[in-house]
């Protein structure tokens, strides 16, 4: 059996722990190191998965020292870009950053740019694109099965950049990575919500067009069920798509639903039930991973490339109530149109406040993200 791949994890959080559980559990890495400004967070993570890990209060001491094949960034969205780039410039093999990739399109690039000039790989941790019924669905989808897809409808919420890029990016995988030819949307903001320091929209509604004229739909906190997932309307048929499960009706099925809910490669559907899609997920995501680093895979799903899309759909709804028209991808505004509609009074909340919908996740004191509170003065 080949040498584990040595992997160093920045940011102890929620979604580190899928990214650990993934690597564990495709059983292609060893998990080396952790960096977190808490070390509780660091004993935590060990303690949970069982394993042994060199803890680092300070991320770059740990991009120094470690012989480090994969670094994991974890950290909260505005940070992504920063500690990409700082990853980078270590040069390991490879990067996987969760999603979305970045605030901003321009930090975004910048982390494109530092991994094409430091010969890195970089992949976005949109996992679901792992998942076996999505790739079923985007097998029928490509052999016919339901004739043309004219529309995918979606139910969203929770901040358009963190629940709807995994949308925006579902879209893509199953159409079979066509781009996005525009974005029409608009947004409700009357509160200052925020999703894990990132301004996000009170609700949302748009619609996108991609090449071969397929539509789709997002609806985000308007009222509908909230659910990963999709249904597609085609010429001759339709699926009803959900992280377990595909449903098909076409002629072949009589015009009946038929339900299929495929295993996984690492895990089964029925023995997990709802942590199956990240079970599945980030075992399969890092399985091909490890596969793209050692020459067994020539790409990834999860390239930058196909993260960076799904984060400019996103803006591009914003972008679309910011201007009040149709956004031709690709998009050129670099930086976040909802910051700029907020920080231009186009969009002043009416409900002054900021709050946190992620705050839960902070430790000890920092319930004010990266704010700190003032000192008290005698």
């Not at 976040?336 to 002043?348: F, T, W």
Request: proline share 3%; with cysteine.
């Amino acid at each position: 059996m080949s040498e584990k791949l040595r992997v160093g994890v920045i940011g102890c959080g929620s979604m580190a722990q899928h990214h650990i559980a993934g690597y564990l559990n495709c059983g292609r890495f060893e998990v080396s190191a952790l960096a977190d400004l808490d070390e509780s967070a660091m004993e935590a993570m060990d303690a949970r998965n069982g394993i042994k890990s060199t803890h680092y209060t300070d991320a770059r001491r740990m991009l120094d020292t470690e012989r480090l094949d994969v670094v994991s960034v974890c950290t909260w969205h505005a940070d992504h870009a920063p500690w990409t780039v700082a990853a980078a410039a270590r040069r390991p093999k490879a990067i996987l950053c969760e999603k979305p990739m970045a605030d901003t399109l321009g930090h975004a690039d910048a982390m494109l740019v530092a991994c094409q000039r430091n010969g890195v790989k970089l992949v976005i941790g949109h996992q679901r694109r792992f998942l076996p019924a999505y790739t079923m669905a985007r097998d029928l989808i490509a052999r016919g099965a339901i004739g043309q897809v004219n529309l995918m409808q979606c139910f969203a919420g929770q901040g358009l950049p963190n629940y709807s890029s995994h949308q925006t990016d579902m879209f893509r995988y199953l159409l079979g990575d066509v781009d996005c030819r525009w974005v029409m949307g608009n947004v409700e903001r009357k509160s200052d919500r925020l999703e894990r320091t990132t301004r996000i929209e009170d609700s949302a509604i748009a619609v996108f067009e991609f090449e071969g004229g397929a539509r789709a739909l997002i609806l985000s906190d308007v009222g509908a069920p909230l659910y990963q997932g999709a249904n597609i309307i085609g010429s001759q048929g339709m699926i009803n798509l959900t992280t377990e499960e595909v449903l098909l009706l076409n002629a072949d099925t009589g015009g009946r639903w038929q339900s299929t809910r495929p295993d996984g490669k690492f895990f089964k559907v029925e023995a997990e039930g709802e942590r199956f899609e990240w079970l599945e997920g980030g075992a399969a995501q890092a399985d091909e991973l490890a596969d793209w680093v050692t020459g067994a895979a020539q790409t990834h799903r999860g390239r930058a490339e196909n993260g960076y899309k799904a984060l400019e759909m996103i803006h591009g709804i914003y972008e679309s109530a910011r201007c009040h028209e149709r956004v031709i991808m690709p998009m050129q505004t670099r930086i976040n149109p909802l910051d700029l509609m907020v920080e231009s009074g186009h969009l002043a909340p009416q409900r002054p406040g900021a709050y946190d919908i992620r705050a839960f996740l902070l430790r000890g004191e920092k319930l004010w993200g990266h704010e700190q509170p003032a000192e008290t003065k005698p």
